[in-house]
Structure formats: structure tokens, C-alpha cells
């Protein structure tokens, strides 16, 4: 744990973004095993609770186009959620574009949420924070988000859009 965070009860959501091509696969089959391998990885961490499991089949890269990582983010905002695990990092962001516009929107919150994933080269670990990936991330996103200003807001806007077609 980062000695300068208190601890504390992770509300854990497990994401998954598979590819078109997983289109003709069963939904509950997907979730079922993907539920099961996260409550697996989490089996032993006393203060993580997985609160449900988000599965998207899209080819989408926009954030607000994929409609589980849209409930995951209302989750979020509605303080169900407050950390992100995902096998890899690929399945947060597509691209740089989208990572900063996330990470910006998450960092907006008002409790901090963590994200792990389990990438070797490029993985995410806010919890431990190597790296000082925290403020690392906090600094590209600002950055990113007041260079483009204007597209964060449309995108911000058409993600909080979607979020209100949610029950």
C-alpha cells in the first residue's frame, strides 16, 4: 500500500473488453467466466470486494460508445465502484485520446479511483503507485485535457449523455 494513502475498502469492478469477434459467444458465458476469474485473483485480498463484472463486445475505441465500460462509469459516479481491475490496459483506453479524456473524467471524481491492470510492460497499479503513477497520470491527463479543452467537454458531454439512458 502507498505509505502517503490511508487504506481502504476497494469496491472492485472487473472490466473486460473483448473484440468483435467474440460477437457470437454466449453474454452469460462470457460474464460467468470472467466473474469467476476475477473473484479468483481477488480471493485472498481481504479489503477488495468485486461488485460486478463489465464485459463489452465492441470494436468501438471511444469510451462513450461501449456500453459496459458506460455503466462501470456510472457505477463510479454513483460511488458503487472505486477501482478498475482489467487484465490490460488495452481494454481502459484504445488510445491516448481516450486514456487522457478517461483518466481526466475519473480524476474529476470525488473519491479517488484506482485502476490496476495486469499488463508486464504497462501496467496500471495506482494502489501501490510505482512510479508516482498517480500524479503522473493526473499531470498527462490535465495537460492533455486543457491543451483539447474542447473535445474533452464533447466527449465528457456525450459520456454523460449515455450515462443518463442508464436505469
Not at 44 to 66: F, S
Request: proline share 3%.
Amino acid at each position: 500500500m502507498n505509505e502517503n494513502r490511508e487504506p481502504k475498502k476497494y469496491l472492485v469492478a472487473g472490466y473486460v473488453k473483448n473484440a468483435l469477434l467474440w460477437k457470437n459467444r454466449n453474454p452469460e458465458e462470457m460474464i460467468a467466466y470472467n466473474r469467476f476469474y476475477f473473484e479468483e485473483q481477488l480471493s485472498e485480498m481481504e479489503n477488495m470486494e468485486l461488485v460486478d463484472v463489465y464485459v463489452d463486445v465492441t470494436g468501438h475505441k471511444e469510451t462513450y460508445k461501449r456500453p459496459e465500460m458506460v455503466r462501470l462509469l456510472k457505477d463510479i459516479t454513483e460511488g458503487k465502484v472505486n477501482m478498475i481491475y482489467s487484465r490490460t490496459s488495452g481494454y481502459i483506453a484504445a488510445n491516448v485520446n481516450e486514456l487522457c479524456m478517461l483518466m481526466e473524467f475519473l480524476f474529476e471524481q470525488d473519491e479517488m479511483v484506482d485502476i490496476y491492470t495486469e499488463d508486464e510492460d504497462y501496467q496500471f497499479d495506482t494502489i501501490t503507485n510505482p512510479d508516482h503513477q498517480i500524479e503522473e497520470l493526473r499531470r498527462m491527463a490535465l495537460s492533455y485535457c486543457t491543451l483539447y479543452r474542447k473535445a474533452y467537454e464533447e466527449w465528457r458531454a456525450k459520456l454523460l449523455g449515455q450515462m443518463a439512458l442508464l436505469p
